[in-house]
């Protein structure tokens, strides 16, 4: 591992032990994990198990690509509990309990102050870029055309 992953390593490790500490309830305000996001996908389907590779819209995608996918990609990297590459990832739920689906986490953790993604520690998402997931929100997160 070189120097650099190293330093990287600890800096989300540190992230990852802060996070677990302060998921308690009583813990939370405004801009934690569980704020909603702006685009609020109330009204849109459940989560639903779905395989195969539809593409997501290529603004989206892009977003993706530069942001995400270091981590989220297919496969998974430095941790990362999912990909985020096709519409039927986004789709899927996000964990056992299948209240949630990937794309309202997304949603979620874009507007996080204190648990952003990225991570605090990488280059956050401009205001476009954020508005582009919040319009592809609030239409549900469909595919790509
Ligand atoms: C440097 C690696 C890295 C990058 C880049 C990154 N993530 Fe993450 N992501 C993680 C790790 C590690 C976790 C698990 C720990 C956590 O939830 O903070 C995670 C968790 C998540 C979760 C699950 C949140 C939850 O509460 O269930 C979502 C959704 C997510 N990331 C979305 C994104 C999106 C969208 C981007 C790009 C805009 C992104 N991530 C960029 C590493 C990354």
Redesign the pocket.
Known sequence: MSRAHAV?WLA?AA??AC?QDEVAPEAADSGT?DDAGAGDPSGCPPPMERTGETPVPAEIAD??ER??????GDPV??????S?VTWEHVQAP??ESGQ?T??E??A???HSER?P???I??EQ?TPE?RDA?DAWFADCAPPGP
């Not at 990297?77 to 999912?82: I, Q, T």
């Open positions: 990287l989300l992230l990852v996070e994990m977003i993706l942001r995400c996918w270091l981590c989220h990297a430095m941790y990362a509990p999912m985020i996000r964990d949630e990937v794309y986490a997304i979620r953790r874009v648990f993604m990225p991570p520690t990488f998402l870029e997931f």
